[in-house]
Nanobody
């Protein structure tokens, strides 16, 4: 079955960087667009970034544009999110997402906390 396992979250100071990873299995990873979402306490889950199946196209929420980079390694079945210049408002649980056969799949999430 489809499995998405995020890692790489943690506590970082404002201005710092983190790299999130999402290991995918149970489907043909290279054939599907992938996305990162995040959910802050008391807020709705929001789309952060998306990438096409081959990795040639990316989109970002305005709040992270220029600071975050989404990428993928189809040989390793892994999705990444490089996060630079982190701000306290980036604090959230970050989720990996794929839509496959009209079903939405989510990972368990990884906590990112930006605080001094």
């Amino acid at each position: 079955q489809v499995q998405l396992v995020e890692s790489g979250g943690g506590l970082v100071q404002p201005g710092g960087s983190l790299r999130l990873s999402c290991a995918a299995s149970g489907f043909t990873f290279r054939m599907f667009p992938m996305s990162w979402y995040r959910q802050a306490p008391g807020k709705e889950r929001e789309l952060v970034a998306s990438i096409t199946s081959a990795g040639g196209g990316t989109t970002y929420d305005d709040s992270v544009k220029g600071r975050f980079t989404i990428s993928r390694d189809n040989a390793k079945n892994t999705l990444y999110l490089q996060m630079n210049s982190l701000k306290p408002e980036d604090t959230a649980v970050y989720y990996c997402y794929v839509l496959r056969s009209r079903y939405a799949y989510w990972g368990q999430g990884t906590q990112v906390t930006v605080s001094s």
